[in-house]
């Protein structure tokens, strides 16, 4: 199989295939949540695609009509983040400074559940965190996901566990530095 990665667009066919993409993914165990795509759609929209150092790529198959078949985006993680002002509670004190004072984050990724396990998600991921400036990324996902495996193939260490507001399940936070040349 031949795959394209390029920049998630704004709108259009392109980033309406990348919502359902990301629908098909999240609508399957352990998520079972079919309208999390609207919710990444409204996310991306109104505030996400605004935030320091956004990127969103997408991974389409020129011989199925460029169908995206994965999608990942990511930003800074700066205080008054949603997500970042709830983890640094919740972690350990002595992970703070290094983690959490100017890290990337790597905040949405889905493969079609068809093309999982085919390294879409490792391309997407690569993809995205090359030539990244900042000293390293931090994500979370379910510990009832298998996700964590392909984050520890790539590098990233588990830095702790939390549970989300109204979350019945626990989440890894998971990290990686960056080797920067000097």
């Given at each position: 199989?031949?795959?394209?990665?390029?920049?998630?667009?704004?709108?259009?066919?392109?980033?309406?295939?990348?919502?359902?993409?990301?629908?098909?993914?999240?609508?399957?165990?352990?998520?079972?949540?079919?309208?999390?795509?609207?919710?990444?759609?409204?996310?991306?929209?109104?505030?996400?695609?605004?935030?320091?150092?956004?990127?969103?790529?997408?991974?389409?198959?020129?011989?199925?009509?460029?169908?995206?078949?994965?999608?990942?985006?990511?930003?800074?993680?700066?205080?008054?983040?949603?997500?970042?002002?709830?983890?640094?509670?919740?972690?350990?004190?002595?992970?703070?400074?290094?983690?959490?004072?100017?890290?990337?984050?790597?905040?949405?990724?889905?493969?079609?559940?068809?093309?999982?396990?085919?390294?879409?998600?490792?391309?997407?991921?690569?993809?995205?965190?090359?030539?990244?400036?900042?000293?390293?990324?931090?994500?979370?996902?379910?510990?009832d996901s298998q996700a964590h495996e392909?984050?520890?193939?790539?590098g990233f260490s588990t830095l702790g566990?939390?549970?989300?507001?109204?979350?019945?399940?626990?989440?890894?936070?998971?990290?990686?530095?960056?080797?920067?040349?000097?």
């Amino acid at each position: 199989m031949t795959l394209e990665v390029s920049v998630l667009p704004d709108e259009g066919l392109l980033f309406n295939s990348a919502i359902h993409c990301y629908s098909e993914a999240f609508s399957l165990p352990p998520y079972s949540d079919p309208k999390r795509g609207e919710e990444v759609h409204a996310r991306l929209q109104s505030t996400h695609k605004y935030i320091d150092g956004f990127q969103a790529f997408i991974a389409t198959d020129p011989a199925a009509n460029y169908e995206v078949i994965g999608m990942c985006y990511g930003y800074k993680s700066k205080r008054g983040q949603w997500w970042h002002d709830t983890v640094k509670q919740k972690l350990t004190e002595s992970l703070l400074p290094i983690w959490f004072d100017s890290a990337y984050e790597l905040v949405e990724i889905a493969v079609q559940p068809k093309e999982q396990g085919r390294g879409i998600g490792t391309l997407l991921i690569n993809y995205l965190l090359d030539k990244r400036t900042e000293p390293g990324c931090v994500l979370s996902t379910r510990t009832d996901s298998q996700a964590h495996e392909l984050y520890e193939r790539l590098g990233f260490s588990t830095l702790g566990q939390i549970e989300f507001n109204n979350s019945t399940v626990p989440y890894y936070i998971m990290g990686k530095t960056f080797r920067h040349k000097i």
